[in-house]
Nanobody, 112 residues
Framework: QVQLVESGGGLVQPGGSLTLSCAASGSGFNMGWYRQSPGKQRELVATITRGGATNYSDSVKARFTISRDNAKNTLYLQMNSLKPEDTAVYYC?????????WGRGTQVTVSS
């Protein structure tokens, strides 16, 4: 069973930064970050393939950076210039051979 464990969430002021991490129990995944706010559907934040190709939602482009360390089976999300509308639970997703795996999420709250 694949396990994904997110960490790094917390409370930050507008304009601040946070880095999320997602440790995977296996390798060879295409991976991504998603987020969900109360009353809203889960939405894509950013994805990265096994080869390192990245994709971002327009709302976070130029502010967030997704990266991975394949040697550590770990996914990262560097979030800069955070806005209150970035407040959400952030989830890590891993995909391999047509199967999707999700972490339990980490809360990010942007507030003064």
């Amino acid at each position: 069973q694949v396990q994904l464990v997110e960490s790094g969430g917390g409370l930050v002021q507008p304009g601040g930064s946070l880095t999320l991490s997602c440790a995977a129990s296996g390798s060879g995944f295409n991976m991504g970050w998603y987020r969900q706010s109360p009353g809203k559907q889960r939405e894509l934040v950013a994805t990265i393939t096994r080869g390192g190709a990245t994709n971002y939602s327009d709302s976070v482009k130029a502010r967030f950076t997704i990266s991975r360390d394949n040697a550590k089976n770990t996914l990262y999300l560097q979030m800069n210039s955070l806005k209150p509308e970035d407040t959400a639970v952030y989830y890590c997703k891993a995909t391999r051979l047509g199967y999707n795996y999700w972490g339990r999420g980490t809360q990010v709250t942007v507030s003064s």
